[in-house]
Nanobody
Framework: QVQLVESGGGLVQPGGSLRLSCAVS????????MGWYRQAPGKERELVGT???????NWADSVKGRFTISRDNNKKVVYLQMNSLKPEDTAVYYC????????WGQGTQVTVSS
């Protein structure tokens, strides 16, 4: 059974940075494209960005130029580097495949506030 464990969230001031991690167990991680999602209070979960097994990325317009995805196929971890954070980035962040194939993890809370 595949498990997704997100970590690295916290409280940060506007303009600050955070790095999230998603550890994937129980899967042939290197064959999967992975994505980061977020869900703000009262809103639907949205796809923030994706990374293919060979490292190609795609982004939602709202985070383009501020967020970066990377992955370590040996460690089975995908990262989300978030810079220039804005209050509207406040949400619970999750990882999954672009097709949402795996069961969701618990997510990690990111709060951007002064």
């Amino acid at each position: 059974q595949v498990q997704l464990v997100e970590s690295g969230g916290g409280l940060v001031q506007p303009g600050g940075s955070l790095r999230l991690s998603c550890a994937v167990s129980g899967s042939r991680f290197y064959v999967n494209a992975m994505g980061w999602y977020r869900q703000a209070p009262g809103k639907e979960r949205e796809l923030v960005g994706t990374i293919t097994p060979d490292g190609s990325t795609n982004w939602a317009d709202s985070v383009k130029g501020r967020f970066t995805i990377s992955r370590d196929n040996n460690k089975k971890v995908v990262y989300l580097q978030m810079n220039s954070l804005k209050p509207e980035d406040t949400a619970v962040y999750y990882c999954n495949t672009p097709s949402q194939y795996f069961n969701w993890g618990q997510g990690t809370q990111v709060t951007v506030s002064s």
